[in-house]
């Protein structure tokens, strides 16, 4: 206290400013270093949500092209006659039969090159009795194209005719595979295999492994993947649908991960076989890795996209084995890998099937959901974890794009330090021109100090009140003008929020609209119980006197009431294009009478087409068709999005309504079946749904009021 009394007036000043302007400096640098902080991470986890997207749709199109290469090649004259041919060759090779020396020539082949290879890949004891055949097509074609084949193991392709097989499956090899063999060299696949669809046999395989001539049904490999997607082609016979199978490991391929896709091939109105490609991991990990590009495509140093199944194991390799695959091994042994996982993982050279995913963010993609996270990863790592379920044709994966935290903060640490340097620079600053002038910049700086606290805290309507013709003057107007445009902007803000939270739910039901806010995509359910409500208006263009204005005003008349009607039944109108107007029961809300609902609503639209048709002057009727069963509904566009329904039930619907006769209902069985009343119904003529459906329907007679 002694000290502070021998003070001058202007060294308490001073010293007072010093504080203050130190105090401030701080303030405003913790502000901005959390600020850009906070908006550091929002670009990470916008480019990782970017990143995860783009893959997503990758991958879909990766997908795409090999279903669409696949129905190609099942259209394909040279395909449909190799798979006739090698049918008939393949079951003549039944009656040729082998010696003893010939048996034991298979046996060596199991015994010195296969199994050991196999067992140095994935371990485990094997015995040659459980792969060689010994009998039948089976062993006479794997001794000519596998024992026998002078070419090594994975260069079995090679042969293109077997010297020693005099059969008529010979000639048959002879003639298709070489071209079979450019196809699958052509478009990058592993293997093409053609199956007999009767009989389960694999009568020809481009790569000769030892699946080729076993049975899918009844051979060694008859629990794989691989069989169990034939089977289930077997069993569809869809033209032109093609099926994935998801990634497993395959034995015959060395116990490596193998995926399969598979097509009927027909051969005009029947059957001839079926088409399989073993697809190569190589491809799927270009996609995923931008083909190694990784920093050039926005990954950076440490950032992946990958895929895992429900199953949490990988379905692509992770970047880290195949760029610091040292680092990477070395790593789960430090968080406690099982050492046969990192074993496994090291001969296979690959994470495919072997790498364990699990955690929050695991979790939440496989219940569908969309978001993004800070996680610990698969190497025990931190990372921002962008995630999403990955629907594609029939595969039902995860997506994660991730990045190491230490990267994602390498920007923030840097400009923090730079605060701190700025911070103090300014402080020496404010030092000796608080010297200079402490008692004429006291005042006005405590003011704007004060100020500047109170918009840090979120105020808005903040202005100070200095009157001065000086620096500290027009900084004081600036400041003014600089809080007054942050109201007036937050204003504007807050009214387009509103208009936008508006103009949603006008566009969107309210459950829909809420799922879109909260940043869902896609959006699309698959809803059972629905009845879809056609109905079809005429006669309100048939007055040629009408104007456009009067013409659009009865139209709204109608339409409006109809809408009223909808929402007095518990129905959900759909759309309206020209003189249609569709809507549907049970959609938004569950309702167990969606039926009764539905022919209510009907009738009261009937209702209002005659009462507005007696008060236009104008001869109105309308034709209603009515289906139930399940629907699907999404929002359908991206800038101009609407919400819709489609599937089987409203084509269905759309057709019996063209059968209804003017100012009538008509109902297809199913929605018949939902109701309690059928009195009223009377059977009705028989709908042609899909070309190649027929369905019986109901018509409901209205008498006139």
Known sequence: MGLTKRLSIRSKLVILLLLTSILSILIIAVLGYRSARDALNEAAYSQLNTLRSAKSQQVNSYFT????????????????????????????????????????SIEAFYRNEFIPRLKDRIG???????????????????????????????????LIKAEKDESYYAQ?????????????????YYDLFLIDHETGDIIYSTFKEIDFATNVKTGPFSSSNFAHL??????????NEVKFQDFDLYTPSFGSPAAFAAITIYDGLEVAGILALQMPISELNKVMTSDRQWESSGMGESGEVFIAGRNHLMRTDSRFLEQHRARYLKRLVNIGTP???????????????????????????????????????????????????????????VIFAEMDVEEVNKPINKFGRNVMLSAIVLGVIITLLALLAASYFTRPIHTLVAALRRVG??????????????????????????????????????????????????????????????????????????????????????????????????????????????EKHGVDKIKTIG??????????????????????????????????????????????????????????????????????TVDIANAIRSEAEANAIIISGATYDNLHDKDQFQAGPEVNCCETVTIQSWQKKRERK
């Open 172 to 188: 048959v090899h002879e003639r298709y595979h070489e071209s079979l063999r450019r196809l699958v060299k052509q478009f990058g």
């Open 457 to 566: 805290k979120g105020e808005t309507d903040v202005q100070v009140a200095i009157r001065r013709e000086d620096e500290i003057g027009e900084l004081s107007k600036s400041f003014n003008s600089m809080t007054a445009g942050i109201q007036e902007q937050q204003k504007l803000i807050d009214e387009k929020e509103q208009e936008n939270e508006l103009l949603l739910q006008n566009i969107l039901p309210e459950p829909i609209a809420q799922r879109m806010k909260a940043g869902e995509e896609p959006i699309v359910d698959q809803i059972p119980n629905v009845s879809v409500i056609f109905a079809t208006l005429t006669g309100l263009n048939a007055d040629s006197e009408d104007t456009p204005e009067v013409a659009i005003k009865k139209l709204n008349r109608l339409v409006g009431e109809f809408d009223e009607a909808a």
């Open 230 to 239: 034939i089977q289930s082609v077997t069993e569809n016979k869809t033209r």
């Open 124 to 158: 485990g004891e094997h015995e040659v009795k459980h792969f060689a055949p010994d009998t039948g097509a089976s062993a006479y074609l794997q001794y000519h194209y596998i024992a026998l084949n002078p070419n090594k193991v994975g260069e079995k392709d090679k």
């Open 579 to 648: 003189d249609d107007y569709m809507a549907a029961c049970g959609l938004i809300t569950p309702r167990l009478d969606h039926g009764k609902r539905a022919t209510e609503f009907a009738d009261e639209l009937i209702g209002i087409t005659e009462r507005l048709s007696h008060e236009f002057g104008q001869t109105l009727t309308i034709s209603i068709g009515i289906h139930s069963g399940t629907v699907l509904a999404g929002v359908i566009g991206k800038t101009r999005f609407i919400y819709d329904i489609w599937g089987k």
């Open 65 to 104: 092209n090999i279903s669409n290469q696949a129905q190609g090649f099942a259209d394909n004259r040279v395909v449909i006659d190799a798979v006739n041919e090698f049918r008939t060759a393949f079951h003549l090779a039944n009656r040729e039969s082998i010696n003893d020396e010939q048996k034991k």
């Open 339 to 397: 050492k046969k996982t990192i074993e496994l993982i090291d001969k296979l050279n690959t994470t495919i099937l072997i790498q364990t995913i699990y955690g929050e963010a695991v979790d939440l993609a496989l219940k569908g959901k969309t978001g993004t996270s800070e996680v610990t990863d698969y190497r025990g790592v931190p990372v921002i974890s962008a995630y999403a379920p990955l629907r594609t044709h029939g595969l039902d994966w």
